[in-house]
Structure formats: C-alpha cells, structure tokens
C-alpha cells in the first residue's frame, strides 16, 4: 500500500535526467490527501499537462482543480489561461471546482481539454455544470494550432 509522500517524475528522453512533474501525499489508509499535481493520463513531449487540486481525507477530489500546461514545453509549467476568450463576461480559466462534500461531482464553469490536446492542435470545451454533476447549456468548442494564435470558437 502507498504511504507518504510520493513525486511523479519524467523523463524527455533516455539522454535526459528525471524531473518531477507531480505527487503528494498517500495517508495511512493508502488514500491520495491534501494537494496534489497529476500528469494527465497521456503526458508525453507534445501534451504536458497536470492538474493541480486538493484531495479530501477520503481520498476524494475538492474544490478548485487547475490545469497547468507546460506552453513551451521547457518545464515551466503556467495554468491555462485562455484570456483571448470571454465568453458571457467571464474570462475562462483552465479547470474548475469540485463540490466540498467529496462527491467528486464538478459544479459550475469548467475548460475542459480535448483528450487528443496537443501542442499543434489545442481544443478546449468551456462550459457548466449544475449542482448534480452534469453538463448543463450550451458548452464552447474552442480551437488553436500552436501557441502563436488565438482561440477561435468552432462552428
């Protein structure tokens, strides 16, 4: 069982040294506690991206999850902001909140990223979701190709 503090490393290339990327602290009942930075599920050269939250004593995820994206790929990590975007009067940041009871269930304005995002192909979602965990109204399907252009909403 894991226990403690526990880092996420990486490494570009075999040529390359380690870096960590990531971690946080496992308690006593094997359960990921306090804040932590994950890598997304597919975190390779062009896509290095982590989400950055708290964890609950349950193990369970709340309140404001950021997501961080490494722009330049160098290894200097910023959170997403898309402020070339404002949509309704609200200038999008990558991530959103997760309710306080520890229900894992995201509630209100969230960017979410395109599981394909990439370095040369950036689309994002933008939207809501209500008090139950699901995607209410209408959700933005936002475009770039490198870091070089704006956003630009799909049709």
Known sequence: MKVGRWDIMYQESSFDPFKQIGGGLYN???????????????FY????????????????????????????????????????????????????????????????RWMELYENFQYNAQVIYIGEYNQNGMKVGKWNIMFREYDEKEYEQMQ
């Open 45 to 108: 050269k062009d896509k290095k991206v982590t989400y950055n939250g708290q964890y609950n004593m349950k193990g369970k995820k709340v309140g404001s999850w950021d997501i961080m994206y490494d722009r330049m790929l160098n290894g200097e990590y910023i959170q997403m902001y898309i402020l070339e975007i404002i949509i309704c009067d609200f200038v999008q940041s990558g991530g959103g909140s997760y309710d306080q009871v520890g229900n894992q269930k995201k509630i209100g």
């Open 28 to 42: 006593n009942a094997g359960l990921k506690q306090g804040k932590w930075i994950e890598p997304d599920e597919v």
